[in-house]
């Protein structure tokens, strides 16, 4: 497995989670690592990009303000930290990865991790 994703779960409208996306077998400096959502009936969407070596990163419009991404070497880990969620932020979460810049069309990745549930929801 090489992009492992977590941190999903059952949270209150208002609250806040934090996504990580563990990678292992290569260095975040080669990949742009992006997350993406797929709620029931819907296509999948682009979340947010991390670059890979300047680090610039890109939202969605409707989580700008809210949503945080960013990478820790150490851990080579990519975090998605999402704050005063909407239940419209309900969706599974996946992390990919992409050896350029960063791009909002699921068909840019070739390299998926496993999705994470998020639902938000009182």
């Known amino acids: 497995v090489q992009l492992q994703a977590s941190g999903g779960g059952l949270v209150q409208p208002g609250g806040s989670l934090r996504l990580s996306c563990a990678v292992s077998g290569w260095t975040l400096d080669y990949y742009a690592i992006a997350w993406f959502r797929q709620a029931p009936g819907k296509e999948r969407e682009g979340v947010s990009c991390i670059s890979r070596r300047d680090g610039l990163t890109t939202y969605l419009d409707s989580v700008k303000g809210r949503f945080t991404i960013s990478k820790d070497y150490a851990k080579n880990t990519v975090y998605l930290q999402m704050n005063s969620l909407k239940p419209e932020d309900t969706a599974i979460y996946y992390c990919?990865?992409?050896?350029?810049?960063?791009?909002?069309?699921?068909?840019?990745?070739?390299?998926w991790g496993q999705g994470t549930q998020v639902t938000v929801s009182s």
């Open positions: 990919a990865r992409r050896a350029d810049t960063c791009q909002s069309r699921s068909s840019q990745y070739r390299t």
